[in-house]
């Protein structure tokens, strides 16, 4: 069974950097895309950004790229998102996730839908 444990998530002020770890645990066969997503309050979940477990191909969302960067060490079973000049909007709860590949089905997908396993989410609070 898949289990997926965020942690790095806090407070801080308009123009810091946060760095989000997932531990990802019985992920042990096959390959993954994996992702970051977020919730603000009142607002859907969104993608952030995703990676392929094995082979590195990242996707970013517009909202966040040149400012978010996703990583993933599968030989230490952990999934990062080096967060830097941090604004307001990204106010949100973020998750980790993943689902297994399949043949026939897209990689790095953005649909929430796609996504078997959920971590129980970080808090992430900017200020002004």
């Known amino acids: 069974q898949v289990q997926l444990v965020e942690s790095g998530g806090g407070s801080v002020q308009a123009g810091d950097s946060l760095r989000l770890s997932c531990v990802v645990s019985?992920?042990?066969?096959?390959?993954?895309?994996m992702a970051w997503f977020r919730q603000a309050p009142g607002k859907e979940r969104e993608f952030v950004a995703g990676?392929?477990?094995?082979?590195?191909?990242?996707r970013t969302a517009d909202s966040v790229k040149g400012r978010f960067t996703i990583s993933g060490d599968n030989t230490k079973n952990t999934l990062a998102l080096q967060m830097d000049s941090l604004n307001v909007e990204d106010t949100a709860v973020y998750f980790c996730?993943?689902?297994?590949?399949?043949?026939?089905?897209?990689?790095?997908?953005?649909?929430?839908?796609?996504?078997?396993?959920w971590g129980q989410g970080t808090q992430v609070t900017v200020s002004s």
């Open positions: 990676i392929l477990w094995t082979g590195g191909t990242t």
């Open positions: 019985g992920q042990t066969f096959g390959s993954y895309s």
């Open positions: 996730a993943s689902y297994r590949r399949r043949f026939g089905t897209p990689d790095l997908d953005s649909n929430e839908r796609r996504y078997d396993n």
